[in-house]
């Protein structure tokens, strides 16, 4: 079968029209998982159906959950408390957040697993759950070079642990406390700054005894005995992260409207709106409940001129997935826009601020780039049928995309089949909302 290789926009309108973003990919994760440690079956609704999180369900099948899917509704049929040994490796695919989560789970089960994914996911740090996986009791050898994935996890007894991240991470919390489940006392992380708290939420649904106060999230170990929570139901919301790149996208084009219906608010997510709002973006919100612990809403925005901004500190983790596309957008602000503090982008997928500084480059778009982060010189005219390359990481791919549509040039992206491990529907949504024309390449 041929591999997809690029693809390559002509321009199309302004951004209009409704949108309706696949379903959140921390959340479908998280969901995932616990439905497969459950008793009893778990329906899933609006799972999202990306590469990274068809690879969680193919792995909770391995662990001995049965799954049935039909399109973006999954039933999962729990373990009861325990996991059973795969038969082979899990291959986890581009996600870090299936890695480090599965891990903390695994870290609690008294046989040998061994965690890997593809070319990318082997080259980011996995010492940040070895230190406290091991400080519970559990044996974690990073398999790559430079404490990389694979790795190969030894579980069994844990005990709790009092533990402060160095870094805000929520992958690294979530390892922690789902780590936490099996371990006989309380388990406690205190973070440097508030990050995503899908995890603690998803407990308090599941009646998972959880406690949040300030900065640290301790859970009650469940100890040698299984943890004992139900199967439950819930509704994925649309995932804000998808979300953003239409939103930022029309904020920044004056004519342009669009409105993400049902997306997700929860407020450790959201610091985008905030950012766009402090730019000059005429963004409007309605909230329309919560469900399973998580709020959402639709988002409408109305495009004008922004104005350059400066972002730092307490923001940064609740944007973290959305500084690419807000640094996009940034490239047709008045002003330069100047992000710091988010070092963390330099281990994702790729180097995130290395890499949209070369795409940004390559359309004509100035930028200096920090060992934390990068400055945006917005008001260039961007190059018309630049090539640029995503190097693999779909964030790249989706925010350069969004850029030359809103100023309405051609480009030429490079390696873009892996856009299908967050947003599978991303290049149709882009020709309904601009009337681009997309087209495909792909090899022989």
């Known amino acids: 079968m041929a591999a997809e290789t690029a693809r390559i926009l002509s321009p199309g309108r302004a951004f209009s029209g409704v949108v309706r973003v696949p379903g959140d990919k921390s959340i479908s994760h998280r969901a995932a998982m616990l439905a497969g440690l459950a008793s009893g079956p778990s329906v899933i609704r609006g799972f999202l159906c990306s590469e990274d999180c068809l690879n969680t369900l193919r792995a909770v099948e391995s662990l001995g959950a049965r799954v049935t899917r039909n399109g973006s509704d999954v039933q999962v049929n729990g373990v ?33 697993s061994e965690l890997t994914g593809d070319a990318s996911l082997r080259s980011r ?6 230190e406290p996986l091991e400080a519970m009791g559990a044996s974690v050898e990073c398999l790559g070079p430079g404490g990389c994935a694979p790795i190969r996890i030894k579980g069994g007894r844990l005990r709790g642990i009092n533990y402060r991240l160095p870094v805000a991470s929520a992958q690294v919390k979530s390892c922690i406390l789902l780590a936490g489940l099996f371990a006989e006392g309380g388990t406690t992380v205190v973070e440097p700054l508030p990050t995503r708290d899908h995890t603690e939420r998803m407990f308090s649904m599941l009646g998972i005894p959880v406690r949040v106060e300030g900065l640290s999230v301790s859970v009650l170990g469940f100890g040698p005995d299984r943890p004992i929570f139900h199967g439950f139901e819930m509704t994925v919301p649309g995932d804000f992260s998808s979300a953003a790149y239409w939103i930022a996208a029309a904020a920044a084009t004056p004519g342009a409207e669009v409105t993400a ?5 929860n407020p450790r997510r959201t610091a985008l709106l905030d950012v766009l709002r402090r730019m000059g973006a005429d963004i409007e919100v309605r909230s329309a409940d919560v469900s399973g612990g998580e709020a959402r809403g639709d988002v409408s925005v109305k495009g004008r001129r922004l ?3 400066s972002v730092s500190g307490a923001e940064i983790p609740n944007l973290i997935d959305e500084i690419p596309a807000l640094a996009a957008v940034a490239a047709l602000a008045d002003g330069t826009t100047v992000i710091r503090d988010a070092s963390e982008l330099r281990v994702k997928e790729s180097d995130r601020i290395a890499s949209m500084a070369a795409g940004l480059a390559a359309m004509n778009v100035k930028t200096e780039t920090f060992p934390d982060g990068i400055a945006v010189v917005g008001g260039a005219e961007v190059r018309e049928g630049a090539v640029v390359d995503s190097r693999d990481d779909h964030r790249i791919a989706m925010s350069l995309a969004v850029l030359a549509a809103a100023a309405g040039v051609s480009l030429r992206i490079e390696r873009t089949a892996c856009v299908a491990t967050s947003y599978p529907e991303f290049w149709r949504d882009l020709a309904q909302l601009t009337g681009a024309d997309v087209r495909a390449s792909y090899s022989d």
């Open 261 to 265: 219906l049902d997306v997700g608010l």
């Open 125 to 130: 740090p996995m010492r940040r759950i070895k």
């Open 307 to 309: 104005r350059a901004t």
């Open 80 to 112: 009861g408390g325990r996991f059973l040994a795969a038969p082979g490796p899990l291959d986890m695919g581009n996600s870090g957040t299936g890695i480090r989560l599965m891990a903390g789970i695994l870290a609690g089960h008294d046989f040998v």
